[in-house]
């Protein structure tokens, strides 16, 4: 795995803008005039050939005061010189992004420091996080550990910034959102290598994140500026005069505990805060301890970049079995979004009468009937399954192939181990590469331990050829056969790069297998009868179910939920808002019956 550069120091836009400057075809002549600003024309720096200068009105003295009052005595001319540095900066710096030295500690730039009340700041208590590099267990970054006194500051700031948010007009929180839109863009080579460096995700994937969660901040703008409220009229009811007129509307909820995982470490972070922030709330954030620094330069640099409001989003870094009870269960706090493990069911028993959204991982079945286009299926259980190592909620944890014997296996089977053979083994920064290393060795432990129970029980290793194989924290590709319901494959949710499959001779038992289990995220159903798809669809207890296509959360806007242990309420980008507002009712009491006349 590369070093990660953090950042190098670019000339000042002062040295860029006068001829002391020596970048591209600058004229060297005149390097020692640094009082001369030169013209910025097709990328380059150049005196004038009329060789005519405009010279600055003297008697301003001296100092940081003078160059300021200068510069706005030629505002016009140094502000298009300024924007030529910034271009040209901007141009040969690439990897130097303001969000990793805004962060991070200036004595210690692997060190990231809290957000709160819109302060940078290290921890009271002394001590930090270390998190290391999926790749190789090596340290990497390192975050503070929050104390209880600092998440109670979090909590006080983000509820005095609430009270002004909520007062801002919906279009100013909508800009607020577009300019974080466009800093993710900007700054989305230093946070796409921070989350390949910090939870393993190959670096296209991690770049594809950025942007994706650049689009749903604007896509949310969009949105939430066109949620309106209703009108009801009193005679609607039975019996009623229409002498009354309700005016609903849909209000912020107040301070929002967002909770995100590590897989997904900064769009499922800006599902929570992009919604919450157009509804009128504000937002005390806790990421992943994996994927901590992703949250931090992603969501708290980014909108500090982008001029949130003090106070506005708050986040804060430490172990979740020290703080999270604490955060989740603030006095403070007025709704909690959470997306985890089973550690989300004991949040929920936790948190009291506020409201919650949770999506807590599952069990996703991929049924495949006989009818099936079976090319286009074996892909999309491949690309189900392997996407990200398998760390995803919604990967293909199971695949169920209807067949009376085994008529369809001997198909499907050979298409799909040679589409998992294609896929390439390495590390986050390899080009093409498709699996990576899991998020950790206790993870990676867990995964073995249910291959070798399936394989001691009586299930067939068809990949990999020779015997599982696994090297650090990177697991090759593993399928398996024969999988059978006393197997703990059957149930429990691997979140790794592992495909157990299984046969059964009806729509019926399938239906009941995939039922069999506490989750019910998503499932699939792959077949060319849609009223045979319907029936299994309607059947499943999934809060949703692809048809001829691989589980998956998006695109944004889509609702996204789990039944049963899988998840509360819905997510995407309207569901998320109405989720994080409540219904308020204003009732007008007329004197008179008043009908409306065309």
Not at 182 to 189: C, D, G, I, K, S
């Amino acid at each position: 795995m590369p070093a990660l550069q953090l950042c190098y120091v670019s000339p000042s836009f002062q040295e860029l803008r006068s001829s002391s400057a020596q970048p591209r075809d600058m004229d060297k002549q005149e390097k020692d005039k640094p009082s001369v600003y030169n013209l910025f024309i097709n990328g380059q720096w150049k005196p004038s050939s009329s060789g005519k200068t405009l010279k600055e009105a003297e008697g301003v003295g001296g100092g940081e005061a003078a160059e300021k009052l200068k510069m706005n005595r030629r505002f016009g001319l140094v502000s298009v010189l300024l924007l030529g540095a910034l271009a040209l900066a901007a141009a040969e710096e690439g990897s130097c992004p303001s969000v990793i030295t805004l962060s991070s500690s200036k004595d210690k730039p692997s060190v990231y420091n809290l957000f709160i009340n819109g302060q940078w700041k290290p921890s009271s208590s002394g001590k930090t996080l270390k998190i290391k590099a999926p790749a190789n267990d090596t340290e990497i970054y390192e975050v503070q550990a929050a104390t209880q006194g600092e998440i109670d500051e979090a909590f006080v700031a983000a509820k005095d910034a609430q009270k002004l948010w909520a007062k801002t007009p919906l279009w100013k929180r909508a800009e607020l959102l577009k300019k974080a839109a466009t800093q993710l863009r900007e700054q989305a080579e230093a946070i796409s290598v921070v989350i390949a460096n910090e939870v393993c995700k190959p670096k296209s994937a991690a770049m594809s994140e950025v942007l994706r969660t650049a689009d749903l901040f604007d896509y949310t703008a969009e949105e939430g500026v066109r949620i309106g409220g209703d009108l009801y009229t009193s005679d609607s009811f039975q019996g009623e005069k229409r002498n009354k007129l309700a005016l609903v509307q849909r209000v912020p909820l107040g301070v929002i505990v967002a909770v995100p995982p590590y897989n997904y470490p900064l769009n499922l972070a800006g599902s929570k805060i992009a919604p919450a922030l157009i509804a009128g709330n504000s937002v005390v954030m806790k990421p992943p301890s994996a994927g901590a620094v992703t949250g931090i330069v992603g969501i708290a640099a980014i909108l500090d970049l982008a001029g949130a409001p003090k106070g506005l989003v708050n986040v804060v870094t430490g172990r979740g079995s020290e703080i999270g009870d604490y955060l989740t269960q603030h006095k403070l706090a007025n709704a909690v979004s959470f997306t985890g493990g089973a550690t989300g069911l004991r949040v929920a028993k936790g948190v009291g009468m506020i409201p919650l959204q949770m999506e807590l991982g599952g069990k996703d079945p991929a049924i495949v009937l006989k009818d099936a286009n079976m090319k286009a299926t074996a892909k999309n259980i491949v690309k189900g399954a392997f996407s990200y190592s398998g760390q995803r909620c919604t990967a293909v944890k199971i695949l169920i192939i209807v067949e009376e014997k085994d008529e369809i296996s001997k198909e499907l089977i050979p298409m799909i181990e040679e589409g998992v053979a294609k896929l390439k083994i390495g590390q986050p920064f390899d080009e093409g590469v498709d699996i990576t290393a899991v998020i950790d060795a206790k993870s990676a432990s867990f995964i073995k331990g249910l291959v070798d129970d399936a394989v001691e029980k009586g299930a067939t290793m068809l990949l990999p050829k020779g015997g599982y194989k696994q090297e650090g924290n990177l697991i090759h590709p593993v399928m398996l056969t024969g999988i059978t319901k006393d197997m703990q494959l059957m149930c429990e949710e691997q979140f790794g790069p592992v495909l157990p499959i299984t046969s059964v001779k009806t729509v019926e038992e399938a239906i009941e297998l995939a039922n069999n289990s506490p989750m019910g995220l998503q499932a699939s159903v792959f077949t060319q009868n849609i009223d045979q798809a319907i029936y299994i669809s309607d059947a499943l207890q999934a809060g949703t179910v692809q048809v001829n296509g691989a589980p998956a959360r998006g695109p944004d806007h889509f609702p996204f939920q789990g039944f049963k242990d899988s998840g509360i309420g819905s997510q995407g980008v309207r569901w998320s808002i109405e989720a994080m507002t409540k219904v308020k009712s204003t009732v007008l009491n007329l004197a008179q019956e008043s009908y409306t006349q065309g």
